[in-house]
């Protein structure tokens, strides 16, 4: 038989069509029925336009399992939506090479993605395999988004599921030509770097480079996602050393230009925790001469507070090294940092203020260590005490009490405010110590111990004879008894501790007695000094 006849090619023709006018019956049923429901107000959040597609003749465990799954939306969704009978449904619908049942299983992730108060079960996760790889691009943007969902909620352990196998698929998707379903890839690869062994995971399977390609896209959704990606990512040292080989340096060093404020913060934090390892200061440093440098500082005046706070942060790492805080002190550094000092945002003034400690460590000329003692006095008197806050000011002051800046730090009412935080209630045991340390080294100096002796009154004495008593917290105990000894050369301040001689006989005595030679020489010179006939 060579050929059919033309009845015989009309009565199959006429067969075919049946079967897909009944196939497409059936799927067009689903599709209606979750149309519907995703069109409701307490399901829908985003619209999905759903187009026509070619629709293959359905297995009969197809239409089975898309009849049972259709009853089961009608019946059983709102009451339970995970149970076995949907997840055998949504295995079927998934795995069929229909793509309109495989959007319907896909849309049925996206509802449960939006509303599910509970855990999703691993087992849920395998139908995923087949909807992200299929060829189908409508089914891996839905299937993606839901996906993203759960991660995000936390309806999914992040570990499980790279376990089961789906990091590769969704590494697959980040070259995708489609901008939705980039968006969401890098969505799940931020989020699955997370943990620890995800980042491991995803370095070794080849994600850093997709990526960094991503991260210069034209669609700001998926450049903030992929750099976001990159960000988690440095958190471990390993991939750190594989963005740098790769090239990422230049290409986050570019995005701080982007004028998407996102993305400034992300690719300013990428770089920052690169930079807390000296070892690629070199490299980061050689871009562009010292262009990383120059876009940092131009950020510190960010009108977005986490975009000028991280680069507050960059550049603190990037200046361990001293020859990075002369350029940047060249580069007229100090005035923008005092500017920040102003901030309402209390982390942007941390910020500043851990740079500015870094710089105070170098040798600032009179006129920068004035204004910044001006702007550190003002700080401490006006500002609410923070603890945090007040540490890092009184450690900026101990580093700038060089005989030329002591005039200047009793001007700037920098030793008043230190004296207002010393004997604040509200104090931390880190923040005293802080305090307590500037003052006794400030107290080295003979114009401070004047200042000192004539505010010098019983409360205050009594205040700090106490701090020398802190068993539990022995360098406070010492540097309060540096203070006394300090002041003790001043004749009233002997006076004062005559009338309070039995608490410093008590304290002397301890220290006399004391495992630690520092505190044993402390005892006896205060008490040569306090035996001298004044």
């Known amino acids: 038989m060579d050929r059919l006849c033309d009845r015989c090619l009309q009565l199959l023709q006429d067969f075919v069509n049946f079967i897909r006018k009944v196939s497409s019956g059936l799927v067009l049923h689903i599709k209606q029925c979750l149309l519907q429901l995703s069109e409701c107000c307490c399901f829908r959040r985003r619209k999905y336009d759903v187009r026509q597609l070619y629709r293959p003749v359905l297995e009969q465990h197809e239409k089975e399992a898309a009849q049972e799954f259709l009853r089961y939306i009608e019946t059983g969704f709102e009451t339970s939506p995970l149970s076995p009978e949907s997840l055998e449904s949504l295995r079927t619908l998934a795995f069929s090479e229909n793509p309109d049942l495989?959007?319907?299983?896909?849309?049925?992730?996206?509802?449960?993605?939006?509303?599910?108060?509970?855990?999703?079960?691993?087992?849920?996760?395998?139908?995923?395999?087949?909807?992200?790889?299929?060829?189908?691009?409508?089914?891996?943007?839905?299937?993606?988004?839901?996906?993203?969902?759960?991660?995000?909620?936390?309806?999914?352990?992040?570990?499980?599921?790279?376990?089961?196998?789906?990091?590769?698929?969704?590494?697959?998707?980040?070259?995708?030509?489609?901008?939705?379903?980039?968006?969401?890839?890098?969505?799940?690869?931020?989020?699955?770097?997370?943990?620890?062994?995800?980042?491991?995971?995803?370095?070794?399977?080849?994600?850093?480079?997709?990526?960094?390609?991503?991260?210069?896209?034209?669609?700001?959704?998926?450049?903030?996602?992929?750099?976001?990606?990159?960000?988690?990512?440095?958190?471990?040292?390993?991939?750190?050393?594989?963005?740098?080989?790769?090239?990422?340096?230049?290409?986050?060093?570019?995005?701080?230009?982007?004028?998407?404020?996102?993305?400034?913060?992300?690719?300013?934090?990428?770089?920052?925790?690169?930079?807390?390892?000296?070892?690629?200061?070199?490299?980061?440093?050689?871009?562009?001469?010292?262009?990383?440098?120059?876009?940092?500082?131009?950020?510190?005046?960010?009108?977005?507070?986490?975009?000028?706070?991280?680069?507050?942060?960059?550049?603190?790492?990037?200046?361990?090294n001293g020859d990075t805080q002369t350029d940047l002190i060249a580069m007229n550094i100090l005035p923008l940092l005092l500017t920040l000092l102003d901030s309402n945002n209390r982390e942007v003034q941390q910020s500043s203020l851990a740079l500015l400690w870094i710089f105070s460590q170098h040798p600032l000329n009179k006129g920068a260590a004035e204004e910044l003692l001006q702007n550190l006095g003002n700080l401490l008197l006006t500002q609410p005490l923070n603890p945090l806050l007040t540490c890092q000011v009184a450690q900026i002051i101990e580093n700038l009490s060089l005989p030329e800046n002591i005039q200047a730090i009793i001007e700037s009412q920098c030793f008043k405010g230190l004296l207002q935080a010393f004997l604040s209630t509200e104090n931390e045991e880190e923040s005293l110590l802080c305090v307590t340390s500037c003052i006794a080294e400030l107290t080295k100096h003979e114009l401070v111990q004047s200042y000192l002796v004539e505010r010098m009154d019983i409360p205050l004495l009594k205040y700090t004879m106490g701090l020398t008593s802190q068993a539990h917290h022995p360098e406070l105990s010492f540097q309060a008894a540096s203070i006394i000894r300090q002041l003790a050369l001043h004749e009233k301040m002997v006076s004062l501790l005559k009338c309070e001689m039995e608490a410093v006989q008590h304290y002397l005595l301890n220290f006399l007695k004391h495992q630690e030679l520092r505190f044993q020489q402390l005892g006896i010179t205060t008490l040569c000094i306090l035996s001298e006939d004044h």
């Open 102 to 320: 495989q959007q319907s299983a896909a849309l049925y992730y996206l509802h449960m993605s939006q509303h599910l108060n509970t855990q999703l079960p691993e087992e849920y996760l395998e139908p995923y395999h087949a909807l992200l790889q299929t060829s189908d691009l409508e089914v891996q943007q839905t299937s993606s988004l839901s996906l993203v969902n759960f991660l995000l909620e936390g309806n999914v352990n992040k570990e499980a599921v790279v376990q089961m196998g789906l990091l590769e698929p969704i590494l697959e998707l980040l070259e995708s030509g489609d901008s939705i379903i980039q968006c969401n890839s890098c969505a799940c690869i931020m989020t699955l770097a997370i943990s620890e062994s995800n980042r491991e995971a995803i370095g070794s399977a080849g994600g850093v480079i997709p990526l960094m390609a991503l991260a210069k896209s034209y669609d700001p959704r998926v450049q903030q996602n992929a750099v976001g990606a990159l960000l988690n990512l440095t958190r471990s040292e390993r991939i750190q050393h594989v963005l740098c080989r790769e090239g990422a340096l230049p290409v986050l060093t570019l995005l701080l230009q982007s004028p998407d404020s996102e993305v400034q913060h992300y690719s300013c934090a990428a770089l920052s925790k690169i930079a807390a390892n000296p070892e690629h200061h070199e490299a980061m440093l050689q871009i562009g001469d010292r262009f990383l440098l120059r876009m940092l500082l131009s950020l510190l005046s960010s009108s977005v507070d986490k975009v000028s706070m991280q680069s507050c942060v960059c550049l603190r790492n990037l200046a361990t």
